[in-house]
Every structure is written in C-alpha cells, then in structure tokens.
C-alpha cells in the first residue's frame, strides 16, 4: 500500500470516528484538509501527507499503577466487559467502539511504546482516550505521560512517571471517594482539548502566512541576485570568448565570414541562412547551459539557511518541507527574474485566512457557557 493510499484510509477512518465520537471537531478536521491541500501547494508538505497525523484529536488520560481496588473500579466504569486485557509490560488504551483497527487514528500521536486497544461500547467512552499503564511497565512511559492530558496516578505507580507533568497530575488514594474528584476533572477534558487543537492549527497558519512564506521570498531574493549577477558574468565570459575569436581570425576576415554565413538559404528552409541560424541557436544554447548551471549554483548557496541543524529536510513546528517549497520556485519553467512565491497570492491569502477563522470559532464555541464538554 502506498503511503498516499495508507493516508487517505486513516483520515478516512478519522473523520467517521469523529462524526461518531466528536462532531464539534469536524468543522476543525474540514478546515485541516483545506490548509493540508494549500500547503501541498506550496510544496510546504508532501502528499500524502497531513497535518491531522501531528495531532491528537481526542482527549487522552493516563493511568499509571498496579492493578489495586481503586484503579480496578475507575477502569470498569468505562469498560463495558470485565475481561480486561493483560498488561505484561505493554499499553492499554481504551476507545470508544465495537472495533479497534490497526493504526487507530484516535491514539495519541508520537506514543513510542507497543499499544494493545481495548473497544468499549460505553457512552462515557465516547471521545476519551484511556491509557492502562501498569506498574513495571519497561521502559517508563514517559512519552505516554507527556502525550496525555491528565495524568492520574494510583497507589504504586512509579513516582518518577509523571514528573515532567506536575501540572497535569492527580494523585488518587485507594479512597474510592477520589473517583469523584477525578470525574470533575475530565469532565472539562474534551473543552480544553478541542481547545488546544485549534490554537495548534492557528498558530501553524500565523506561521506559515508571518514566518515561512517571508523566509522563502527573502531565500527566493538571495537566489535571484545570485542567478543575475552569475547570469550577468556567464554572458560577459560568453562575449570574451567570442570576441576573442574574432581578434584572433583577424577583422580583415569578418567580411568574408559573414558572407559564408549567408552563404547558404536552401529553399526548403524558406531561403533562410541555415549556417547563421545554426550559429544563433548554439549560442543561446550554450548561454542557457550556462543560465541553468548557475541557477542550480545559487539555489545550492541559499539552502543552509532553509535547514535546521539534524533535520535538513524539515523546519519548525509544522514540520514543514522548506526545501521543496523553495526547489519548486527555483526549477524551470519558474522564472529567476520574477518575485513572490508560487502559488501564493490573494486566493491562497484567503484561504488561510478561512481557516484561521474556523479556528477561532471553536474556540469561542468552547468558551460559550452550555456547549458540551466533549463536543
């Protein structure tokens, strides 16, 4: 399966699981598509590629430690079985569903760890991610933590698990009365996280309108003062060469030279002169040898500054594909003595500008008083 193909199936997958679990976030997940297919565009992503896999769309809860009676009880009231599935050093997530394919888009993104899912039909699973992380679980779950939302932690987990997330821990005793502080907590889990979803989108369409697409028209400006300086040169070398052919035969031969190219007009040729025709097309050949070699020259001198240390390929938040971008305006037929970047202009403005608003009305509609948590 290719990787065009994989991806079209998992947004697929995606987007009914959000239709079923959380159709608030589906105006969100259209307005992602459309930045996808603008900066597919701009060259700025692969295809294949989409923003939606750098994102966790539902809300996630890891519970760390052993199987003790609280941990137990808070578990079964989302399950809708009692035959749990083992925990041998692995992770459990629980979905909301009858089935749980392979490659489930609704797990966290980045979880570095074998992942075993768990389908519920339990209403109160509906658009909530739990993640079963049982004491001993090797090597520590730390990316698990840090991908959660709310980490809680029962008697007996390892107390170095959620330090690099005190803000997002609670810490439940085997007290039973602990639940219902927890389910106060994520009750408000789906509005904070829809929330936050947003403001990613947000900020990666004020970054690609006030950060990416100037850095590509300031590399593009390197790169054109590079190519007409070099073009400049190529032609003036050009012009030596042939001068210095002319010094060399001698001017009293010019004459004579000149007549032999018109020498030749064969009327199948329209009586043209074949010979100064062939003459003006070797040399604008030779000179567009000579253009195309320095355009590739001055691309090669402005690309360090597209690339980040370790990740030559990729720059900043969005993982965006600079290189590409800034190779589609500097390969034929794009002109070097033109301005702007491909495929950016009013249309494209607008575009953006859409799904900034989309952004920014779920966010207000997260705010507005009576809109459900998880929606």
Known sequence: MTQRLASRRWLSTLNAHLRTEAPGLQPVFRACRDFDRLLHRLRLLRRGESLATRVSWWPTVAVLGD????????????????????????????????????????????????????ASKNER??????????EGTSPPAERAVECSDLVLVFNGAPPEAPASSPDKTFTVSSEAADLA???????????????????LFDTLANRVENDVIPGLEAALKRWRRGVFFGAALWLVLLGLVFGGALFLAGTANLPAFVRWLFDQRPAR????????????????????AGHFWVRCWAANRVLPSLSEQGEPDRAGEGDFTLRRAFFKNTRFPRSAFGSGVSCWGGGAKRRLAAIRATMNKHKQSLATPGVAAKG
Not at 97 to 114: E, H, I, K, V
Not at 275 to 286: D, K, N, Q, Y
Request: aromatic share 4%; net charge negative.
């Open 67 to 118: 199987a003790s009676p609280a941990k137990t009880a808070f578990l079964d009231c989302y399950r809708t079985t009692t035959d749990a599935l083992p925990t041998d050093g692995a992770i459990t997530a629980l979905c909301y569903g009858s089935a749980a394919p392979d490659n489930d888009p609704r797990l966290p993104t980045g979880l570095d760890q074998p992942c075993r899912v768990e």
């Open 125 to 134: 699973l509906r658009g909530l991610i739990l993640l079963d992380i049982a």
């Open 181 to 199: 502080g927890i389910e106060a907590r994520m009750a408000v889990l789906g509005a904070e996280h829809g929330e936050r979803v947003a403001t």
């Open 269 to 288: 040729w329209g009586g043209l002169p074949l010979r100064l025709l062939v003459l003006l097309v070797g040399a604008v050949g030779l000179w567009l």
